[in-house]
């Protein structure tokens, strides 16, 4: 909810907002309820964690794929630190593009027609 909508429902002005929220108290309660959205958030990914290594043994065991319980296999013997998933990005340009250029309907037809010509 913005600010100003819960202004608004609960009757203050912005500037009333700001003000309370200075307040120590007002700024204990602020200081705990972060404290339990960080407690909530690492029970939480506790348990997914569990979960995650129980889908994790499920594949390893039973996955029709050799490749995957492979993977599970690694994964589950590295204690899951190490991710399997490995990504190259290659940012090399060959040609950089300036501007917008527009290309008219009849230049995309005509260049399908030819690129399927010569069988590309």
Do not use: W
């Not at 819960?6 to 912005?14: D, I, N, Q």
């Not at 204690?79 to 527009?102: F, I, L, T």
Request: proline share 3%.
């Amino acid at each position: 909810m913005s600010v100003t909508d819960a202004c608004a429902k609960v009757g203050y002005s912005r500037a009333a907002y700001y003000k309370a929220r200075k307040a120590p108290d007002v700024q204990e309660l602020i200081r705990e309820l972060r404290r339990e959205l960080v407690e909530t958030a690492e029970a939480k990914k506790a348990y997914l964690k569990v979960k995650a290594l129980e889908v994790g043994l499920d594949l390893m065991l039973n996955a029709k794929n050799e490749t995957i319980r492979a993977r599970m296999v690694e994964f589950l013997g590295s204690d899951a630190k190490v991710s399997p998933v490995s990504v190259h990005v290659d940012a090399r340009q060959v040609e950089v593009p300036s501007g917008y250029r527009y290309i008219r309907p009849q230049q995309m037809i005509d260049s399908r027609t030819s690129d399927k010509a010569a069988g590309v």
